[in-house]
């Protein structure tokens, strides 16, 4: 986040969204699962701030497949899925 308040994410400026007391819940394996007290927000600026690069995964938000510029809400269930690739 710069000085202006706004979130800057590849080319786009978005607004930045204030932590709340709301909780959503990221699975990023069986084992790994944080709650969070950061919505709502854009899933790439969970993402940034959790030090995942939204290039490298795919998120499904409550069992279906969303882009990184969706807004968590309060209650969401955000997966993260590993995206492996190679050549």
Request: hydrophobic share 40%; net charge negative; with cysteine.
């Amino acid at each position: 986040m710069n000085t202006s308040g706004l979130w800057i994410s590849g080319m786009f400026m978005k607004p930045a969204y204030k932590s709340t007391k709301y909780h959503m819940k990221l699975i990023l394996s069986e084992k790994d699962v944080r709650i969070l007290d950061h919505c709502p927000a854009p899933a790439d600026q969970i993402l940034l701030e959790q030090g995942i690069n939204p290039l490298e995964v795919i998120l499904s938000r409550n069992g279906k497949l969303v882009s990184e510029d969706t807004i968590i809400e309060s209650g969401d269930e955000v997966r993260i899925i590993r995206i492996a690739h190679g050549g």
